[in-house]
């Protein structure tokens, strides 16, 4: 006998966004002695003024906790509406249980399905991507998507192609059923021949082995980097508008992970997008926060820009593995 | 039709003024791109992919590091392009 169900929802959208920012304020001024750098050579290569590092009583989860929060009370639902929780990050310090799991608990939500996803700076693009086919399929019918990282975990501070990048937060989007539509087709893949580009090491393994290598660090090759997201990424963004129906002459706001000024800055340019998009350069003040820093950007960018509430969005993550993502969204209502 | 060092030369100079505002004037053969013309190595890069377009050649990321002066740059295109 052929299965029968239905398909209870066409469309789903972003109900609402919440951030958390962590309260250290690190100026470029305390990273340049260890890197034999400067204020002016940072903001030259990078645009970053500042980042925010988690103090010590700021962990993934706590961070990951206050941005939730605050998505789930602009969203208008109670912590109980939630039935699906997906975390984006890499620098959870566990390997299992999952931090969804520990994140449920701690909202007193804890039968709700939770999962983490590994695709680094691109992580939560893929969980809005994952999170609407949910909802359109009728397996969830409000999912927590969550992206948080504390990259100073993580990080050489002696390095200098990462040490004035990296930074910690967390972003969070409820996203739910809608009668029109909300959420574009995903634009996702790998480009896995560079898989080198952005690394962690050395592994867990090594690190188990007598005689100690070292903590492991994330390391990254910038030029390759750059290249890949600026040349690569750019006709990736125009695809996701494409088939949402939109065209960057259309398109209010572009919110790409906040990785570096200078990808921005040329992304936007190949992209040709004209000056009336509202771009997010979020990552003046908040470094480069991997998968959070989508969430956090809309988050900045829609309290400087009230009127951008309700208008469409072009969101893209790429990063390590390399691994990208992007949809076209319909940015959250104002909460009431 | 083989590529000459003097086209090259003329089509590095619009590329680097182009993408770093440095006065096409001031470039030379023998300049180095980092101490001399102060195009740091994200503006490499541009000045790289622009170079690939513009001579339909393709130069390898490890290959970027190599070209030190804007002569490096101008002799390696010369030669993917024979």
Redesign the interface.
């Known amino acids: 006998m052929a299965l029968t169900f239905t398909t209870p929802n066409s469309h789903s959208r972003i109900l609402s966004v919440g951030a958390y920012r962590p309260s250290r304020i690190i100026p470029n001024s305390e990273i340049v002695d260890r890197i034999d750098s400067s204020d002016e050579w940072i903001r030259?290569?990078s645009g970053i003024e500042s980042r925010r590092f988690a103090g010590p009583d700021e962990s993934v989860i706590s961070m990951a906790l206050a941005a939730s929060k605050q998505a789930i009370s602009r969203s208008g639902l109670s912590v109980s509406d939630i039935d699906a929780v997906i975390v984006a990050t890499i620098t959870y310090p566990f390997q299992t249980p999952s931090a969804a799991t520990e994140l449920i608990m701690k909202l007193g939500n804890p039968k709700a399905a939770a999962f983490d996803i590994s695709a680094a700076c691109a992580g939560f693009c893929y969980g809005v991507g994952m999170a609407a086919d949910l909802i359109r399929s009728g397996t969830a019918t409000n999912v927590l998507v969550v992206g948080v990282e504390k990259l100073s975990d993580f990080t050489d501070p002696d390095d200098r192609g990462t040490a004035f990048i990296f930074a910690d937060g967390a972003g969070a989007v409820v996203i739910g059923k809608s009668e029109s539509a909300g959420i574009g087709p995903m634009i996702w893949g790998s480009d896995a021949e560079s898989r080198d580009a952005i690394l962690m090491t050395p592994s867990w393994i090594d690190l188990k082995a007598p005689g100690s290598v070292g903590w492991p660090d994330i390391s990254m090759?910038?030029?390759?980097v750059?290249?890949w997201a600026?040349?690569q990424m750019a006709p990736v963004a125009l695809k996701a508008l494409d088939v949402a129906g939109l065209t960057p002459e259309t398109l209010a706001a572009f919110i790409p992970h906040q990785a570096?000024m200078?990808i921005i800055d040329?992304m936007a340019k190949s992209m040709k997008l004209p000056e009336s998009v509202a771009i997010a350069r979020d990552v003046r003040v908040s470094g480069n926060t991997s998968a959070a820093s989508v969430p956090i950007a809309m988050d900045a960018l829609l309290a400087e820009r009230p009127d951008l509430h309700g208008k469409s969005a072009l969101i893209i993550g790429f990063g390590a593995g390399l691994v990208y993502a992007a949809q076209a969204i319909e940015l959250p209502q104002a909460p009431k | 039709m083989a590529l000459t060092h003097d086209a090259v030369l003329a089509g590095i100079k619009e590329i680097v003024e182009e993408v770093a505002g440095i006065p096409a004037a001031s470039i030379e053969m023998g300049k180095n791109f980092t101490d001399d013309l102060d195009v740091d190595s994200l503006s490499m890069v541009e000045v790289v992919v622009a170079a690939e377009e513009r001579f339909g050649v393709k130069i390898p990321d490890e290959q970027v590091t190599e070209l030190k002066t804007v002569g490096d740059a101008v002799n390696f295109i010369v030669s993917q392009a024979k």
């Open positions: 030259e290569r090759q910038g030029q390759t750059f290249r600026v040349y570096n200078r040329a």
